[in-house]
């Protein structure tokens, strides 16, 4: 009897192969980082994937049959390929939520564009270790919670709230409507160490190569710059991250302390 198509969907790292168990997948409610499908016109079973698959908001990517090959290490992959997310993700209010229970100000880490799954984590694996209350990420143009992320997190996303949104300048006009003050980190902001971040905070930080998008920093209330002394003209994302979420913990420490 022929065979159409692999029995079992699981091939490594959270990729699902072949278009029954992709179909199963988004139809579980599963979350889905990302939807790869063979470059070329979709017809039949696999339009109706990509239809359900567009209507949950997942990314959807074109490629290579070969990529494909590659990801699902030589299966029978019938022209298309999910990345599964390693935990589930969060909202918004789940971090509120958490900050409320701590009876903490919000603290949020924006990421805008990471596209480096090991950025990301190590982000993440940060803000959860500085008490971070939860970290936001698009649903385009950046790498999502794939099993490469978890591992670089070193566990903290199973610990610390990520969600995602489908566009930064909305949500952080819906943060400053709560009250939340949103800070870009940018290279022409102010100095990093003078900004008040007892109170609730948002941080934006950009991608590796781009930074903070022109739309994103001008909806933010200001910028934060981290001092250069070097001839390397920037830092890592995440080192940024870690020094402007420690920074948070500086300031709310010591106003916890000054408490009579």
Do not use: F
Not at 37 to 45: E, F, N
Not at 156 to 185: F, H, M
Not at 228 to 233: A, D, Q, T, W
Request: with cysteine; aromatic share 4%.
């Amino acid at each position: 009897m022929e065979n159409h198509g692999p029995k079992d969907e699981s091939y490594g790292d959270g990729v699902i192969a072949g278009r029954n168990p992709v179909a199963e997948a988004l139809r579980s409610g599963r979350a889905v980082d990302c939807v790869y499908v063979a470059k070329g016109p979709a017809a039949g079973p696999l339009s109706a994937i990509l239809a359900k698959a567009k209507k949950l908001g997942v990314p959807i990517k074109e490629c290579d049959p070969r990529k494909l090959s590659h990801m699902c290490n030589g299966a029978n992959h019938q022209g298309i390929v999910a990345l599964a997310a390693a935990v589930e993700y969060s909202s918004l209010e789940d971090m509120l939520a958490l900050a409320d229970e701590r009876g903490e100000p919000p603290l949020l880490i924006i990421c805008d564009g990471l596209e480096d799954p090991h950025n990301l984590g190590a982000v993440i694996r940060s803000a959860e270790c500085a008490g971070a209350h939860g970290v936001i990420i698009p649903k385009r143009r950046s790498v999502g919670l794939t099993y490469a992320v978890s591992k670089a997190s070193a566990g903290a996303v199973e610990y610390l709230p990520v969600a995602r949104v489908q566009n930064l300048s909305v949500l952080i006009e819906d943060l400053k409507a709560r009250g939340i003050w949103c800070y870009a980190a940018d290279m022409d902001g102010g100095p990093w160490d003078r900004a008040d971040l007892t109170g609730p905070v948002a941080l934006v930080i950009g991608s590796e190569g781009r930074g903070v998008s022109r739309l994103v920093r001008e909806r933010c209330d200001g910028a934060l710059s981290l001092p250069i002394r070097g001839r390397v003209n920037s830092l890592n994302a995440s080192v940024a991250a870690g020094v402007l979420c420690y920074e948070a913990v500086r300031q709310r420490t010591a106003g916890e302390r000054s408490k009579p």
